[in-house]
């Protein structure tokens, strides 16, 4: 079956302007995160979906980055006035069974990398 | 604190080692624990889950130790393929995984 999607997969953008990010989960799973990855780093946690809504913005770095999922599928990251610290490669994953105790593999899509010159 | 560390190693060692590092969590909330594994450019995928008990999956053999709050991964008989770097990930009581920043392996022919 389709596993988790991202586009673009790649982004080159200017300082200033802003981006969307998409991600298009396994069907049918209810969970939905981001993460950025840096050059040489782990994965920094954004942003978590339970369905449409999002109970752990926690890791947002700004207000300049933003999401939504609608429908509980479809989700967008949207960074406006893009930083150069923003350049990473953002990662979406998708979980069909969220929860502590459970088992709770995440699918990973394969990333949109984003450079902001 | 991070909530998971890890040895970033890289570890260099010759096909067939034995191979094995740690990480650490700092929640003892802590429920479920994974290993993934991360190719250069690629997605973290599933390695294997971590049973209170230990387990193995072929070559691969994951050891959990809550009350010093660490998790081991151990490669024997290591293959070429076995190159990647390795993210140890804890999941936290509020429904978030963490990740470690990743143990780097390298196998050498």
């Known amino acids: 079956g389709a596993g988790v999607s991202q586009s673009p997969s790649n982004k080159v953008t200017e300082k200033g302007k802003d981006v969307e990010l998409r991600c298009d989960p396994i069907?049918?799973?209810?969970?939905l995160y981001w993460y950025r990855q840096s050059l040489g780093q782990g994965l920094e946690f954004l942003i978590y979906?339970?369905?449409?809504?999002?109970?752990?913005k926690s890791g947002l770095p700004s207000d300049r980055f933003s999401a939504e999922r609608t429908g509980g599928s479809v989700s967008t990251l949207t960074i406006q006035r893009t930083q150069q610290e923003d350049s990473a490669v953002y990662l979406c994953?998708?979980?069909?069974?969220?929860?502590?105790?459970?088992?709770?593999?995440?699918?990973f899509g394969p990333g949109t990398r984003l450079t902001v010159l | 604190r991070k909530e998971v560390e890890q040895d970033p190693g890289p570890f260099n060692v010759p096909e067939g080692a034995t191979v094995a590092f740690n990480c650490t969590y700092s929640n003892s909330a802590s429920q479920s624990f994974f290993w993934y594994r991360q190719d250069c450019r690629k997605e973290p995928k599933l390695l294997m889950s971590?049973?209170?008990s230990g387990n193995e999956d072929g070559r691969f053999t994951a050891q959990l130790n809550r009350a010093s709050q660490y998790i081991s991964l151990l490669i024997r008989d290591s293959k070429l393929s076995d190159s990647a770097t390795y993210l140890c990930v804890v999941n936290l009581p509020d429904y978030k995984l963490s990740f470690g920043a990743g143990t780097t392996v390298t196998v050498r022919a």
């Open positions: 979906f339970q369905g449409n809504s999002a109970p752990d």
């Open positions: 971590v049973y209170s």
């Open positions: 994953a998708s979980t069909l069974h969220p929860g502590t105790g459970n088992y709770n593999e995440q699918f």
């Open positions: 069907s049918g799973h209810t969970a």
